[in-house]
């Protein structure tokens, strides 16, 4: 199928699928997406889109797509992210990389979460290639989303797209998503003295110091219960949980270091560096109480909230289009970039979030066509007329 000018939707997805592109943060299994961003160009300019590959900074084999039909300011952005997460090739019924049609589904890694929605953006384009636009459609495709956002990164670093709307094809199961929470995953890191258990006075335990820093992260989690709630959420608070602990060796060795990772989820309205100085005021001294060493830092870059609104026009659009009231989800997505780049966008594509990250991961047929109708309803109000 390699070499097809403009594939049709299913000769289209089937290639991306074959193509792996697995982000990851361990680098071990980290891939890279750029095949996959040059095929989805070759296709889109034999389509008549003009394409802009954008590197990322310090990734060389990785990059986001531009692709632009019409030109002028505002438009409609259609985007999804072309890594998937990676698999276990032994827990699948299916070729992760071969897509298959069975039980009304199509099977293969991505088709949910997200190919599917590039091969769905460009049927629902090639309609309208011989029309005028009078502002612009912008399938866009990033990088990286499954691990460090850095595609998405990249794109607010440099301020595009400038479309005016933007649909984020996540599994949503159509359901137009006009919130979600943030995430923070932070690691606090104890450095004491080891010495001998049997005198407590020849070592500086970091375990006792990270019992204290947990009992004092509880409590924050309290603090923020309090402070902050969003009934939109079916998780209405902040949420902050104990992740993983590591620290000492021996039962009867003083431990010397402790480490202990946690995530935040952040409502809408809560900023991830100022919850960071808030905790680090309250973990620091303990520090100096217990003569150890000790630091808070980000393990990965957070992923701030997105607060859309239930009433922008866009959202409204879509409650129409598609029949259903918008929601909140519980998982991240590039939205918060795009919503602070001035977009007003909305997260709603045709998988379902259950699939996601499972074995056996499909995309159903029935699906297929209500998204091509959603999407070509939405050219024709904000490109064409
Ligand atoms: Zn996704």
Not at 40 to 55: K, R, S, T, V, Y
Not at 179 to 207: T, W, Y
Not at 345 to 364: K, R, Y
Request: aromatic share 6%; net charge negative.
């Amino acid at each position: 199928m390699t070499g097809t000018l403009q594939p049709d939707f299913t000769s289209a997805l089937s290639r991306l699928i074959e193509i792996p592109s697995v982000s990851s943060t361990l680098p071990e299994l980290d891939m890279g997406n750029m095949p996959v961003i040059n095929e989805l160009a070759g296709w889109l300019e034999n389509m008549g889109f003009n394409c802009e590959i954008m590197p990322i900074p310090g990734e060389p084999n990785k990059a986001n797509l531009i692709a632009t039909l019409g030109s002028g300011p505002g438009g409609l952005v259609l985007s999804g992210h072309t890594d998937t997460v990676p698999y276990n090739a032994n827990r699948w019924n299916f070729d992760p990389f071969k897509m298959q049609e069975a039980n009304n589904r199509l099977y293969g890694l991505g088709t949910c979460d997200m190919k599917g929605f590039f091969a769905l953006a460009m049927e629902a384009a090639r309609a309208y290639l011989d029309q005028p636009f009078k502002a612009p459609l912008i399938i866009l495709a990033t990088a990286d989303e499954e691990s460090s956002m850095s595609g998405a990164r990249a794109l607010a670093a440099a301020g595009k797209p400038k479309g005016r709307y933007a649909v984020i094809g996540e599994p949503t199961g159509m359901v137009p998503v006009y919130m979600h929470k943030g995430i923070m995953m932070e690691r606090v890191s104890i450095i004491g003295q080891s010495g001998h258990s049997s005198n407590p006075a020849l070592g500086r335990n970091a375990m006792e110091t990270a019992h204290k820093v947990i009992s004092e992260i509880m409590a924050y989690r309290t603090d923020l219960g309090s402070q902050y709630n969003n009934p939109g959420f079916a998780v209405p608070t902040p949420t902050v949980n104990l992740g993983c602990i590591h620290g000492g060796d021996n039962p009867n060795r003083i431990c010397g270091s402790c480490r202990l990772d946690f995530d935040v989820r952040l409502l809408p309205g809560m900023d991830s560096q100022q919850l960071r100085n808030g905790l680090r005021k309250r973990l620091l001294p303990f520090a100096e109480q217990d003569g150890v060493e000790l630091a808070l830092e980000a393990i990965s870059p957070s992923i701030e909230p997105f607060a859309g609104s239930s009433d922008s026009p866009l959202v409204k659009a879509c409650e129409e289009l598609t029949g259903y009231t918008a929601e909140s989800v519980a998982f991240t997505t590039e939205a918060p970039f795009f919503s602070d780049m001035g977009m007003d966008t909305v997260v709603l594509g045709p998988g379902d979030i259950d699939q996601a990250h499972q074995p056996d991961e499909f995309l159903a047929l029935d699906r297929i066509q209500p998204t091509i109708d959603l999407l070509q309803a939405l050219i024709r109000k904000y490109c064409l007329n």
